[in-house]
């Protein structure tokens, strides 16, 4: 954080204004899920390419905004759950450590704090596979007690960052409740999928 608060808050300026963008997606009519289960490779930025295994019928779309900032969707088959993730460079390492990642969660997810029935912060670690990262959930009270939800709406919401050097995405995840295997298997997949592509080994002779 030494190039000081001013780059810091440009960076979050750019990433508010992109969440922004990115929200409004959620509500799109869905995709009709039952695709195989695949790897994706994406490349988010020139110099990093990631894998991300589907899991078996989730559907999966993925795009970038005018800026080129690239965004994945991931619907479960029963439409449970809605997983928004987006990427966004970090050079700098501003998110390398816990202080960083919990100042950040705080500030882009302070709109869900507000409307939550929590009204504050339960930083969670994520534990992903590799890199590192922290997540918060939060109960939408214009929700509760009004169980069975239309389509479209959804009681939960986590969100949080996954970081690893040079980059992290920032992730918003829809649901019902976390405890349901469509929740958990999202969750497994930003554990353990959405990882750096190992580097091709020399040609044989």
Not at 28 to 47: I, N, S
Not at 119 to 140: A, E, H, I, N, Q
């Amino acid at each position: 954080m030494s190039e000081g608060p001013k780059e810091a808050n440009r960076l979050l300026i750019l990433i508010m204004k992109t969440f922004s963008k990115l929200l409004p997606w959620l509500a799109l009519p869905l995709a009709v899920p039952g695709l195989l289960a695949r790897e994706e490779t994406l490349q988010p930025f020139p110099d990093h390419t990631l894998t991300v295994s589907v899991p078996d019928k989730y559907a999966y779309t993925a795009g970038r905004d005018e800026r080129g900032l690239l965004t994945v969707k991931i619907i479960d088959p029963n439409l449970k759950t809605q997983l928004l993730v987006s990427f966004f460079p970090d050079p700098a390492a501003r998110l390398a450590g816990e202080d960083g990642q919990r100042a950040f969660v705080a500030n882009t997810s302070q709109t869900f704090a507000e409307a939550s029935v929590e009204k504050s912060y339960d930083f969670k670690d994520l534990s992903p596979r590799t890199g590192s990262g922290m997540f918060c959930v939060f109960t939408d009270a214009s929700l509760v007690h009004k169980a069975p939800f239309a389509p479209g709406e959804f009681l939960k919401v986590s969100t949080g960052v996954k970081v690893w050097p040079g980059c992290f995405l920032l992730f918003t995840l829809l649901s019902n409740d976390t405890t349901s295997d469509e929740y958990q298997a999202e969750m497994k997949l930003l554990r353990e999928s959405f990882v750096e592509k190992p580097a091709a080994g020399p040609a044989s002779i």
